[in-house]
């Protein structure tokens, strides 16, 4: 791989990366509702997600996938009902007037940090079309005259970093966003536009096709 192409899929996949998602929308939604710290339990399981991902279509699985349209259907669905599941909660999510000067507030009490990061796992891993997208776009940085393996290992910690730096971004943003949002009822109208954002992805996930 030249330093010209690795620059241009550093460029690629960070513009990529901060385009709103799921993970960036939850990474600011957790840390509006638990804090900037707490919340980077949620990104771990995000970026965790992403890296078993990554490995996975470097290693062949998007073929799979792409070449098995039942399996993806399967995964599709699946991924579908839980952004919708977790729009659902969200709109349903019970608000109280707290303050929010740390950031903090008590529309998800006693969530662990164990429990967050599952949260954050399960809606990295819930788009199936991370694999097909990384199963197709690798190759095109890939030098096939040089051993693939480390090209592989640059290209995922690229994309991982790349989302890092996103992930704590929006992060940040929440926190910021959590000292404007004191009151029940713009607290009950973010959890309502988080929610309905989540279950219109759900939606347009199930109209993908592979």
């Not at 600011?28 to 965790?48: F, N």
């Not at 998007?62 to 039942?70: D, H, K, W």
């Not at 507030?105 to 819930?126: C, D, E, H, K, M």
């Not at 929006?170 to 004191?182: C, E, H, T």
Request: net charge positive; proline share 5%.
């Amino acid at each position: 791989m030249t330093l010209h192409m690795w620059w241009l899929f550093a460029v690629t996949v960070f513009l990529l990366s901060g385009t709103p998602g799921p993970n960036m929308l939850h990474a600011l939604s957790r840390s509006v509702h638990v804090g900037l710290r707490r919340s980077l339990a949620a990104m771990g399981g995000c970026l965790t997600a992403l890296f078993l991902a990554l490995v996975v279509s470097a290693a062949g699985v998007g073929t799979l996938l792409a070449a098995e349209p039942r399996l993806f259907d399967v995964i599709r669905y699946a991924g579908a009902a839980y952004l919708i599941y977790l729009g659902i909660r969200a709109w349903r999510a019970p608000v109280h007037d707290a303050p929010a000067a740390t950031g903090e507030t008590l529309a998800t009490p006693g969530l662990s940090l164990r429990q967050l990061y599952r949260g954050g796992f399960l809606i990295g891993i819930s788009n199936p079309k991370l694999l097909l997208f990384a199963a197709a776009f690798f190759p095109q940085f890939i030098n096939r005259h040089a051993p693939s393996a480390p090209q592989f290992v640059i290209l995922i910690a690229t994309f991982i970093i790349s989302e890092m730096f996103w992930l704590l971004t929006y992060g940040i943003g929440g926190q910021g966003l959590a000292r404007v949002i004191s009151g029940p009822g713009m607290k009950r109208l973010f959890n309502r536009v988080t929610g309905t954002i989540f279950m219109g992805f759900g939606g347009l996930l199930l109209r993908l096709r592979a």
